[in-house]
Nanobody, 119 residues
């Protein structure tokens, strides 16, 4: 099992920045890829960004490309997402997730952290 704990959410004005962190523990050697997802009120959960645990390759949703940057610190088993130029439509609960090396599915999820962007 892998446990994920997010931190760094909060309230910020439009145009501001936040950095979310996600610390992994447990069977971290089984992590293949980690990602961030978000869910706004009344909407489905959507993909934000992902990063390969081994290569560091990254992927982004079009809605955040150029504004968000995902990174990782393998030694700390932690993934980050730096969010700049935040917009009110970025308001959501942000979830960290990990893909298991064997299943190649997002099997592990954090509890989520609230990000609120005021206009």
């Amino acid at each position: 099992q892998v446990q994920l704990v997010e931190s760094g959410g909060g309230l910020v004005q439009a145009g501001g920045s936040l950095r979310l962190s996600c610390a992994a523990s447990g069977r971290t050697f089984s992590i293949y890829e980690m990602g961030w997802f978000r869910q706004a009120p009344g909407k489905e959960r959507e993909f934000v960004a992902a990063i390969s645990w081994s290569s560091g390759n990254t992927w982004y949703a079009d809605s955040v490309k150029g504004r968000f940057t995902i990174s990782r610190d393998n030694a700390k088993s932690t993934v980050y997402v730096q969010m700049n130029s935040l917009k009110p439509e970025d308001t959501a609960v942000y979830y960290c997730a990990a893909i298991d090396r064997d299943s190649r599915r997002y099997d592990y999820w954090g509890q989520g952290t609230q990000v609120t962007v005021s206009s």
